[in-house]
Structure formats: structure tokens, C-alpha cells
């Protein structure tokens, strides 16, 4: 069959409505040969917002810039603001909002887990990830009165404290997610047919992680040495000893790897906050003008490298509020990491970088240029050509769906 | 002396014209305002011979008769240095980094595409981060700017 | 026969297709609609399941404030979907923009743009809080499904 180059975009297109693709590819048979992405379906205006708003409204505001790590953004704003205005945050409120920041990673790291399991097949990951995961949203839903949007940060500190009844609880939920996370690290490093499908997917060598800007575990896969937490200490990470997570197999299994072994790290970590917390107050009164001034803070959030950048002018309201998340950095090596790919590895290794933006609705558009037609399937129909493709190089999760079993039930 | 200090002095030792304009708020934190014609001297000696080798992002501001742009690098050792230009508002010509960072390229076309920047240099590309449809000339980040994209396709419609 | 019991009986006979689209949301609510998939709170006992085409949609269960780029996507999506069709906006954004009104680049909930049949407040929008909506439009399908069919 002759080689053809075709087209496929890989996002909302319609002929009949314009609009634009998220993911442009030009497929030669069955490889990726150039990718280009567009982004923007979640610019909301935030930045411009918060030019008009208190700094209270601005932290609610800004705590909803991502859904998964919500306290990771509030927290990286305020502590800008809170440099700014010269505040002495006390000691257990950093502890506070350290422990809240372990505990949204591991939610996020497990949320992950179940999307990556999603994206090649192995549904049932999905289902037991999802399940566990549901005792760290039940522990932060006790600690902070929501299961997501946690609202635990004032300018100044936490409106919250944790009580002693609640630590032996926390202990408990971390106890049981930590024997259940082992189980996954050894099916994550026996199970062949799970490494087999993802090694060798979405390569980034260690110099194209670096010369591109990934950040977060996309690059400590790929053996790239940094992490906020260690390099640019916030919070209580300055008193607390911990490993940074790094692995040299530079494709999506190492992504797979990096992310569990954080989950352990973050579990040692939970414990040690409970354990060094200090006793005082959990904030301190901040005044409604900030005066002016600049700060730029800096935050590991699960996804990688988070950074504001505050401006202050003496009012109520911020002169200027800037925001990178970290997968705009990581978006950014997306198309390296699929050129010369596989379509079928699309889905896995977008998913890889564990996007903050809403990935399961795109649409694909596939677009011969020889015969001028356009056909729209969607990422579901992308994923299952995927999984398809997979199985008849042998790599079926049928029977791992069907066999994986846990079992001892998570309390 | 501390690593900022130090760093600072470099700079100094290097760009006279840097001597007034270097502050160090807190640790791992250093702030220079540099002239716009020399900013890439200042960017050159910063990314090959102090180490920044980390672009966190850029930040543009509306600064009334000007555009600024601040340059956020880091060390690996957490150390960020951010060097802070200003551009006339009329001409907001700036020339794109993307050489020494490639993933300047979407920072620098959110300052095209909010702030109304000029990127000399910047490849050929889809816009970030708005719609295709937005009215030329809007630039939401500018202070002078307020509407609503209701609004805004509304004028647009209209014009 | 009890309500909920009649309720999970239609359901199960007419078995609703769910299809989830996110119109500029921070995720959150897109979330704890997968959750309500999971084991924990399993929507899949009302006969519910989540599918990826319009075509084939009975529901579509939109989260977000609706950014001007999605805008003309969530419409043609609508427009997709055979009659009799129903919108659920999940979420405080979906409902009325939330925190993201007077956003410059959002329309400001999903009834900004196309019908809503259903709104599910909540920032986000807990599992419990979505899976009662969706059982309060099952509901009151039950009670009038001649009108629904008009429709």
C-alpha cells in the first residue's frame, strides 16, 4: 500500500464550523511525523480578574485555576502575596499546608494512575485506583470541609487546624493506601504486558527534557534532577527529609515509576509532618492593602513546577497576578515526544504528562489530502483503535482486567 | 558572602550599568532592571556563565507609557534571577528568547496575544491563548482594557 | 413500588447515555462525575453509562462556565443529539459561571448557551449531589414521558 501522508487533527473540528484543532498530526501510514498543539479552551481570564478583586477573592479565584491541584495554585499565590506584605506565616500553619499538599498529591497521583489505566485498556486500574483513592479525599474532606477546593489558605496562614482526633485517622488512611500502593509499584514493575505497553512510548531523553522545560515527574522520568520541594524550599519542605524521585527509562513506564515512587515518598512524608508539627497559632492577621512591591513564588505541584507571580500596589487589589502551570511547560515537549510515535500511542502519552486541561473530549479529524474528504472519530474511538492496535501485537489487558484482583479490602 | 551577593557583584563587575538596579529581596531571589538594549548582553552572561539555565516563564505588565516584560530564570540550586525591560507602548518590539528556550514560545505569544507585544523572530504558529475570532487591536491584559467576549464579538459584529 | 425503585426500573429499561463534555471547566466537577462512575458510588446500578458520541446521547452532562472557544462546539454537540434530549450543568460554573463571571473570555454557564434541563450546584459538585440530579431528571421523565417524547 503506498505510503500517504494524511492530515489528522486531533481536537473539535467540523467542516461545517470552524474551529480549530487541539492536535494537528501528519500521519505517514501508521507513525506521527509532526505534531503541532493549540491550546486555549480553558482561557477563562483569570490573570484580568484578579486585577479586580481583593486579595481574598483573588485566592478563591485562583484556587480554581485547576481542579486536581487546587491548594497547590492557592498556596504558590499566597505565599507571593504574603512575602510581599512582610508576613511571619507561623510555623504550624506551613506544616498545615504541607500536609495538605502531600495529600493532594497523592490524590492526584492515584487519580492519575486510573486515567493512565484508562487510556490503554486496563479499566480495572482504573476502578481500584479510584476506589482507594476515595479514602484521601474522605481524609481531606475531614480536614478541610470539601473534597476538592479545599479553601484551607487566608492570607496569613490556614483557617483550619488540624485536631488530635483526627491524626490517628489520617495515619489509618495512610497506613492502608501505602499497602495497596505497594501492590501497584510490583504490578507496575512484574506485570509484563503492562511494561511492555508502555516502554519505548513518548521518549524524551534527558537533553530534550532539559533543553525543552519539562517539568515535574515528565522530566524526573527522563532523569532530570529537580524538584521544587528540595531546590527552592516552601512551607515546612525545609525541615523535612525526603527523596526526590528520578528514573532513567525516559518514556512513559518511567512516568508510570516516578509517580508511584512519589506516592511512597509522600505517604513517609505525611507521617513526619504529623510528627514534627509544631504547636501555635495558624495565622496572623494580614492587612486588607498590601503595599508595593513584587514576589515570584514557587511550588512542586503533582503535575510539575508551579509559578506566580504577584505585583502589589498598595490598594486592595493586586497591580499584576501571573500564573504558569506546569503543563504549559510540559504541553510544550508533547509534539517531541510523539514524533516519529505511533497514532496509537497518542492517548497514553498525553495522558502522560497528566495535562491539566480536560482530555476526554477531544475530537479527531482525519483528513486525506490525497482524496480531499474529512472524517471526525473521537479520542474514545482513538483510544480503542489504540488498544486494538496493541492487541494484535499481543498486548491484550483483557485478561489482567478480568484476573486483577485485590485481596484484602481497603477499610 | 552569600550566593545572591555574589551573583549580584558578578553582574555588576559586568554590566556597570547594572549597579543601581540590583535588588535582593530574600534568599534565592534577585531582581535587576535592565535596559532594553542591553538585555541580551545581560541574558547571554546570565544563561552561559552564572547558570540560569531554567526559563520559569515571562511575565508582561502594562506599565502605563510602557510594556514590560520580566524574564523569570532559575538555577538549579533554586537560585531565580529576573531581569525586568521596559518598552515604549508604541512600539512594543521585543525579540523572542526562543533560541536560548524554546518553551519561551508559548510565554511569548500570550504577551502577543494579551498585551499587544511584538516578538521579532517568533516562528509561525497557532496563537495562545485566544480564539481565533478575537478583534485585532483588544488586548485584554492592557489596563485600559475592559470588556467581555459577549461584547467583543458584539463590536466586532458591528465594525 | 417505591420512587427509587421505579426510578432504577426505567432507568435500567431505558438505560440513559450519558455523554460528559467539559466547556472550559477546572476539572474538579469532571472529576467527581468519573467518581460517580467508580465502585464507591457506581451510577452504573441506575443503568446509567457514560458514552462518547452525541449521536447516541440520551444526556448531556456539561461542567464549566463556557469558554468563548467551546462555545460553538457545545451547540453543534446539542445539536448532535437525538430528541428527546436533556442538559445537566454540574456545577456552580456550569450553573452560573461561579467564580469565573465577569471573565472576559466565558459566557457564563451552560444556559447561557443551550437549554438546561437540570442545574447540579457545588464547587464541585459532589458525587452525591450529581448522582441525585441526574435521579431528580430521571424522576421527572417518569412522571411525564409523553410530554417528553412531544419534546
Known sequence: ?411 | MGEEENIKLQLIQRFAFLSENISIPRTRRIFAIVPANNFRQVLEYATTELGFVILCTITGLDEGPTLGFIYHLAKENGVMLNLHISVAKEKPVIKTISNYFPAADAYERELVDLLGAQVEGLPAGNRYPLPDDWPAGQYPLRKDWKGKVSEITEVKENA | MSLIKKIVTWARIKSPWILHFNTGACNACDIELIAALTPVYDVERFGILLKGTPRHADVLVCSGPVTHQIKNRLIRIYEQMPEPKFVVAVGTCACSGGVFQGCYNVEGGIDQVIPVSVFIPGCPASPKAIIDGVVKLLASLEEKPAAAKAG
Request: glycine share 8%; aromatic share 6%; with cysteine.
Open chain 1, 1 to 411: 500500500m503506498p505510503e500517504r501522508n494524511f492530515k489528522v487533527s486531533i481536537g473539535p473540528q467540523h467542516p461545517a464550523l470552524k474551529e480549530p484543532e487541539s492536535f494537528l498530526l501528519t500521519l505517514r501510514g501508521e507513525k506521527i511525523t509532526e505534531m503541532t498543539v493549540r491550546l486555549g479552551y480553558n482561557h477563562r481570564g483569570v490573570e484580568k480578574a484578579c486585577e479586580g478583586r481583593s486579595y481574598i477573592q483573588c485566592l478563591y479565584l485562583i484556587e480554581r485555576v485547576c481542579g486536581i491541584c487546587s491548594h497547590s495554585h492557592a498556596t504558590c499565590f499566597i505565599q507571593a502575596v504574603e512575602e510581599i506584605a512582610g508576613l511571619a506565616v507561623p510555623k504550624r500553619a506551613q506544616y498545615i499546608r504541607t500536609l495538605i499538599a502531600e495529600l493532594e498529591r497523592i490524590h492526584s497521583h492515584l487519580l492519575w494512575l486510573g486515567v493512565a489505566g484508562h487510556e490503554i485498556g486496563f479499566d480495572t486500574l482504573l476502578m481500584y485506583t479510584w476506589r482507594d483513592r476515595e479514602a484521601v479525599m474522605d481524609i481531606l474532606a475531614l480536614l478541610t470541609g470539601n473534597r476538592v477546593n479545599y479553601g484551607m489558605n487566608t492570607i496569613g496562614g490556614v483557617r483550619r487546624d488540624i485536631t488530635p482526633d483526627q491524626i490517628p485517622q489520617i495515619l489509618t488512611a495512610i497506613d492502608a493506601l501505602e499497602e495497596r500502593t505497594k501492590y501497584y509499584v510490583k504490578v507496575g514493575t512484574e506485570e509484563i504486558t503492562l511494561r511492555e505497553r508502555l516502554s519505548g512510548v513518548g521518549t524524551l531523553s534527558k537533553e530534550d527534557a532539559t533543553r525543552l522545560g519539562a517539568v515535574g515527574p515528565t522530566a524526573r522520568a527522563s532523569g532530570v534532577d529537580r524538584d521544587t520541594r528540595r531546590d527552592d524550599p516552601y512551607a515546612a519542605y525545609g525541615e523535612l527529609d525526603f527523596r526526590v524521585i528520578t528514573d532513567n527509562h525516559n518514556d512513559v513506564y518511567g512516568r508510570t515509576l516516578v509517580r508511584l515512587g512519589e506516592l511512597m515518598e509522600s505517604y513517609k512524608l505525611v507521617r513526619q509532618i504529623l510528627k514534627q508539627m509544631p504547636e501555635g497559632p495558624i495565622s496572623v492577621k494580614a492587612p486588607r492593602k498590601v503595599p508595593a512591591g513584587e514576589a515570584v513564588s514557587r511550588y512542586e505541584a503533582p503535575r510539575g513546577e508551579d509559578v506566580h507571580y504577584v505585583k502589589a500596589n498598595g490598594t486592595e487589589k493586586p497591580e499584576r497576578v501571573k500564573v504558569r502551570a506546569p503543563t504549559l511547560a510540559n504541553v510544550q515537549v508533547v509534539s517531541h515526544m510523539l514524533k516519529d510515535g505511533y497514532l496509537a500511542d497518542m492517548p497514553i502519552v498525553i495522558a502522560a504528562i497528566d495535562p491539566c486541561f480536560s482530555c476526554t473530549d477531544r475530537m479527531i479529524s482525519i483528513v486525506d489530502t490525497d482524496r480531499n474528504t474529512a472524517n471526525t472519530i473521537e479520542w474514545n474511538e482513538l483510544r480503542s483503535i489504540g488498544i486494538n492496535w496493541y492487541r494484535k501485537q499481543g498486548i491484550d489487558f483483557t485478561e489482567l482486567n478480568r484476573n486483577f484482583k485485590i485481596a484484602r479490602e481497603l477499610k
